[in-house]
């Protein structure tokens, strides 16, 4: 139930067993449906997530009912709302499991008391933010005068398995493209 989360946490260092064991218990398993919302819009974030199986997707909708993604957290990756997280404030997204999830979780409280008390776990949250940091700027100026097929080529290139495992509409949301835009451009590659 914790390999994952076990090889993920090492990447930050070496740690004992013991001190694994501590911050393993800190992690409920929940086992979610496909499309289930873990965060509603307006609500502030109390969990992270640790994928074991399954993806997570960050979204908004705007006032038209068009959905945007900001991000999605597959197998092995952390996923939240971390600005609400972070912060204590509404969300103004939504999170949800795109696919049948098993998820490991852990409060925020819990989350920060680990990041205080072991200097790898430290490690780790450092490491999501620099993760996301990374992948939110790679995407915002990676996709600055890009047009449509260099979109989908960065997409491929960055996350090879992201297009045959989300939906048209997810992935065009994420691109910021039509989903039947996507759709001749994936059967021309």
Not at 148 to 158: D, F, G, R, Y
């Amino acid at each position: 139930m914790f390999k994952q989360l076990e090889d993920y946490i090492k990447q930050s260092g070496e740690i004992d067993e013991k001190t694994l064991a501590f911050i393993f218990s800190k992690f409920k398993l929940i086992k979610t449906r496909r499309n289930q919302l873990l965060l509603d819009y307006h609500e502030v974030c109390k969990n992270h997530y640790f994928v074991n199986q399954g993806c997570i997707r960050v979204f908004t909708i705007n006032k038209t009912g068009l959905e945007t993604t900001r991000f999605f957290a597959f197998e092995g990756c952390f996923g939240t709302a971390l600005p609400s997280l972070i912060d204590q404030l509404p969300a103004f997204e939504y999170l949800q499991t795109i696919e049948k999830s098993e998820l490991l979780t852990i409060t925020r409280a819990d989350f920060y008391s680990l990041v205080d008390q072991i200097p790898q776990f430290a490690n780790v949250y450092r490491h999501i933010l620099e993760l996301g940091f990374i992948t939110a700027q790679k995407r915002i100026y990676g996709f600055q005068g890009f047009d449509a097929k260099e979109k989908v080529n960065w997409v491929n290139n960055h996350y090879p398995k992201f297009l045959s495992r989300i939906s048209n509409k997810m992935a065009a949301s994420y691109l910021g493209l039509s989903p039947s835009t996507l759709s001749r451009i994936k059967h021309k590659l």
